[in-house]
């Protein structure tokens, strides 16, 4: 193959999962159609089977190509401020846009797909773990930081900073769970940072 050839691959392979996501958001797993994704892509039917052989391949790759979206967007905040309060709240807002950003494809996956193929629903959750322990780990390591310069207030009671890290990222992933709207999710992040931060307290 050409590197001409290679480049045009991958602008073809995201056109057609924006694409994607666009469309099992607005439709539902189930209601989607690779006609209609074929269409609004502007590509053929020949080069979306080549790429995604299937409609339940297509949606898993939209699936997991958000979540390295995920992941850039929290690694890119983990590194956006001087102070590690800056870095964690930032941590923080990022998690919590993306699921508000994502929602509807998310209800997608949770209601529709894993209803419908049980069989790929063990390599979800065990997915799922992982990115949990990534984030976690993320938070953990800034937590540390913050620690060791004394930006975080730690009882001796309180399990360290891997549990502290643990209940964090509990707190966000229970914003997401309950389904809050962003501006709503936005108001819960200052007094999250606060408590680990400046502690109970105050």
């Known amino acids: ?22 469309v099992f958001a607005e ?26 052989p299937s409609k339940e391949r297509l949606f898993l790759a939209v699936i997991e190509s958000r979540e390295e979206v995920l992941r850039a967007s929290l690694r890119q905040a983990a590194a956006s401020a001087a102070a590690v309060r800056g870095r964690v709240e930032a941590v923080a807002r990022a998690y919590l846009k993306f699921f508000a950003d994502h929602a509807d494809l998310w209800k997608v996956l949770i209601h529709e797909f894993n209803q419908a193929h049980p069989e790929v629903r ?45 209940v964090f990222y509990a707190a966000l992933f229970g914003v997401m769970v309950l389904g809050e709207r ?17 502690g109970a307290g105050g």
Do not use: C, W
């Open 1 to 22: 193959m050409t590197r001409t050839g290679a480049t045009e691959i991958r602008p073809k392979a995201e056109r057609i999962l924006e694409t994607a996501a666009r």
């Open 27 to 52: 439709r539902g797993y189930h209601r989607a159609t690779i006609d209609e994704i074929i269409q609004r892509a502007g590509t053929g039917k020949g080069t979306v089977y080549n790429y995604f």
């Open 122 to 166: 063990v390599e979800r959750r065990r997915r799922a773990r992982a990115r949990h322990q990534e984030i976690t780990a993320l938070i953990e390591a800034l937590l540390e930081e913050g620690l060791a310069r004394g930006e975080v207030r730690l009882p001796a009671s309180a399990g360290g900073v891997p549990a502290l890290a643990r």
């Open 182 to 198: 962003s501006e709503d999710a936005e108001r819960l992040v200052p007094p999250l940072i606060a408590l680990v931060f400046e």
